[in-house]
């Protein structure tokens, strides 16, 4: 049983917008401290582009897409959004929804604090 499901990915020209979202299990989103957004496009290492931390309001965008993405969540549904505005071509990637039940000291921008990992969704900018 799939614990995170991604969808919304797709292709935009650049300055567009997108929304990503994320269903997780029952057990998944419950547990966990972080659920994060992360993308990694060919060749390149992954990266984490926004977090949120389950057990407040505190998010975490690094400053490639601060002011571009925001991570919302809505617990009713058990889902986790990305809203992603004024794309860019370098935007380009698969991304991933991510769940980290980890406790302890972290950042939760750090690929390493996840423990569960959706199968991503491809999103395309054009220029």
């Known amino acids: 049983q799939a614990q995170l499901v991604e969808s919304g990915g797709g292709s935009v020209q650049a300055g567009g917008s997108l929304r990503l979202s994320c269903v997780a299990s029952?057990?998944?989103?419950?547990?966990?401290?972080?659920m994060g957004w992360f993308r990694q496009a060919p060749g390149n290492e992954r990266e984490g582009v926004a977090a949120?931390?389950?057990?407040?309001?505190?998010?975490y965008t690094p400053d490639s897409v601060k002011g571009r993405f925001t991570i919302s969540r809505d617990n009713a549904k058990r889902a986790v959004y990305l809203e992603m505005n004024s794309l860019k071509p370098e935007d380009t990637a698969m991304y991933y929804c991510?769940?980290?039940?980890?406790?302890?000291?972290?950042?939760?921008?750090?690929?390493?604090?996840?423990?569960?990992w959706g199968q991503g969704t491809q999103v395309t900018v054009s220029s």
């Open positions: 991510a769940a980290s039940t980890i406790w302890g000291s972290s950042w939760p921008l750090a690929e390493a604090q996840y423990n569960y």
């Open positions: 029952e057990y998944t989103y419950s547990a966990a401290k972080y």
């Open positions: 949120i931390f389950q057990r407040g309001s505190l998010t």
